[in-house]
Structure formats: structure tokens, C-alpha cells
């Protein structure tokens, strides 16, 4: 199986596993940059037979998305020009692409709004959510997001989900989209 059909395998099983999971969103005083190194939750020991009988899914079970590197995130979010469609008050991107740019929600404080999990789908599986009337859909009423089935490796998109879910400070999440013209974003610092 080549690299691309594998990264892309492991992307879909992340995406059902997702989709699966019961909607139990952390309260949003519990979400924020870099949070303390949880402890990970035990191993869920089971027998193939108590598996299948359970309908395929543990009791207790619950994906949760493996832990990424937010600066290594932020690279990705760079090298795949995310910028060029979503804006992010107070970091310092390229002020050119070669992406056509399009509008996409602003993700300025974007990761005290969202758990990982509905980070990763969105990037896998952008019509899986769409935000209606803000521009972010095509003529055909789907997203307007690319796929990045073949170029995006689950290593990124462990880091890319941690990267917007750092992204916690900076006032109110806005539903406006980014400005098609990068130098009216705020110059700060870059991160480390």
C-alpha cells in the first residue's frame, strides 16, 4: 500500500472514529493553549468476542485525538498556505501565496471553541459541517475547503489540530472571513 493510500486509510479511520464518538464537547473553561500534560486514560482491555458484542465499540470508549505539537502545527498551517483563507489575529504569515484565496472562518481564539476531535474532521472532511451564509460554500452548497487526502500526513494533521487548538487567546471567536489582503493582518511576533 503506498504512503499516501495508507496516511489517507489512517485519516478515514480517524474521521469514523470521530463521527462515532457520543457529542460530550469540554466545557470551554477547560480548553485553551497548551494545556498541562494530562495523564493519558488507561488502555481498554477487552476480548475480541466482549468487542463485537458491544457492537464493534467498547464500553467507555471515546476517540480522543492523539497529542500534536502546536509549533510544528503552525509550520504545517504555513507550508499548506492555510493562511490564504483563514486569518489568525496576531501571527506574522506570508503575505503571499500561491493559493487562490478564498474566505474561511477566522480562527483568532478558535481553540477555546472547538474540541481537537472537530478540528480533525473539519480538515479531513470539510463537508461533514457547513457553516451556512458566511461564504464558505460553492455554488453546489459544499465547502469550499480543498482535500488534502493525498498531500496532508497524519502526523501533520496531529499537529495542525494542536496548533488551532492553542490558538485560544485574542478576544471573541469571529465568523468573518479572512481578509484578502494578508498585510491588513496585525503584526506580532512569530511564535516559538
Known amino acids: 500500500m503506498s ?13 469514523l472514529a470521530a463521527t462515532a464518538q457520543a457529542q460530550n464537547p469540554m466545557p470551554t473553561h477547560q480548553r485553551g493553549a497548551a494545556p498541562a500534560a494530562a495523564k493519558p486514560p488507561a488502555p481498554i482491555r ?7 458484542a458491544a457492537g464493534g465499540v467498547p464500553k467507555g470508549w471515546k476517540f480522543l485525538m492523539p497529542p500534536g505539537d502546536p509549533a510544528r502545527g503552525r509550520e504545517a498551517f504555513v507550508a499548506l498556505e492555510c493562511f490564504a483563507c483563514h486569518a489568525v489575529g ?8 500561491t ?10 481564539g478558535m481553540g477555546g471553541h472547538h474540541p ?3 478540528f ?9 459541517v457547513i457553516v451556512i451564509g458566511q461564504g464558505y460554500t460553492g455554488s ?6 480543498p482535500d488534502y487526502g493525498d498531500t496532508l500526513t497524519v502526523r501533520q494533521l496531529t499537529d495542525l489540530v494542536a496548533y488551532l487548538g492553542s490558538l ?12 484578502h489582503d494578508m498585510k491588513d493582518m496585525p503584526a506580532a511576533e512569530p511564535r516559538k
Do not use: C
Not at 477487552?46 to 463485537?52: D, I, K, P, R, S
Not at 480533525?120 to 461533514?128: D, F, G, M, Q, T
Open 3 to 15: 504512503r499516501h493510500a495508507t496516511t489517507l486509510a489512517a485519516a478515514i479511520a480517524l474521521i
Open 46 to 52: 477487552t476480548t475480541m468476542q466482549a468487542l463485537h
Open 90 to 97: 496576531g501571527e506574522d504569515f506570508p503575505t503571499t501565496s
Open 99 to 108: 493559493r487562490e484565496r478564498q474566505p474561511g472562518p477566522e480562527l483568532t
Open 116 to 118: 481537537p476531535e472537530y
Open 120 to 128: 480533525a474532521e473539519s480538515i479531513v472532511n470539510p463537508n461533514r
Open 140 to 145: 453546489d452548497g459544499l465547502s469550499k475547503m
Open 168 to 179: 485560544s487567546s485574542g478576544g471573541a471567536h469571529q465568523h468573518g472571513g479572512a481578509s
